[in-house]
C-alpha cells in the first residue's frame, strides 16, 4: 500500500468511527496526516476530500442543532474501506 492509499484508508477509518453521528469536514483533514506524521498540505486535503466524495464513499447530513454539514460513511465507502 503507498502513502496516498494509506492516508484514503486513514480518512475512512476517521469517518467510520464517528459512526452515524458524522464528522466534520475540517475536523476530518485536520486529523489526516502524511506517513511521516506531518499535516497534509491544502492541495492534499483538497485532492483527498474530492476523492472521497466523488467515488461516493461518504455523503453528509445536515446537524439539526447546528445546520452543520457532518460526514459519514456510505455502503460504497465501507466496501471500499474493507478492500483497502
Known sequence: MNEEQQ????????????????VDKTKLLSAVRNLDGTPLSPEQRDYLFGL???RGWITY???PLWHAKRWTLTDR????????
Do not use: F
Open 52 to 54: 472521497l466524495e466523488a
Open 7 to 22: 492516508i484514503v484508508k486513514d480518512a475512512l477509518e476517521y469517518v467510520k468511527a464517528a459512526a452515524g453521528t458524522g
Open 61 to 63: 447530513h445536515l446537524d
Open 77 to 84: 465507502g465501507m466496501l471500499a474501506l474493507e478492500a483497502m
